[in-house]
């Protein structure tokens, strides 16, 4: 039995976007909306044990950017006055769009965010 859907339910359904949890609970649940690449490293320094190298975290924070913002969803803004700060700004597209968290893969070395850390 297939389901049939309307013309119009087809148009209204959104398809939900997935993030890595981390970056769902900067992102989403503490409503980061201009930021730069240090400052989500910071949070997410402060949500998780899971990078015990700065750099490793600057990693993963600049993949996520980097993705973010092919898909539309953040764009730069770039300080021209005294040194150079990259910072990001959410889309109105972002804001339109349904996120969801990832689930982790179990032998992923990171640990879901728990419920109540904010």
């Given at each position: 039995m297939a389901i049939q859907f309307t013309d119009l339910e087809v148009l209204t359904m959104k398809s939900a976007v997935k993030l890595h949890p981390y970056i769902y609970n900067l992102l989403i649940e503490r409503d980061f909306d201009e930021f730069g690449a240090i400052h989500l490293r910071d949070a997410l320094l402060?949500?998780?044990d899971s990078y015990a190298d700065v750099t490793e975290a600057r990693k993963f924070i600049r993949?996520?950017?980097i993705r973010l913002e092919a898909l539309g969803f953040i764009f730069k803004i770039e300080n021209s006055s005294g040194r150079p700060k990259?910072?990001?700004k959410k889309t109105e597209s972002f804001y339109?769009?349904?996120f969801i968290p990832r689930k982790l893969p179990s032998n992923s070395r990171l640990a879901a965010v728990p419920e109540n850390v904010k």
């Open positions: 402060k949500i998780t993949r996520q950017l990259i910072l990001y339109s769009t349904t």
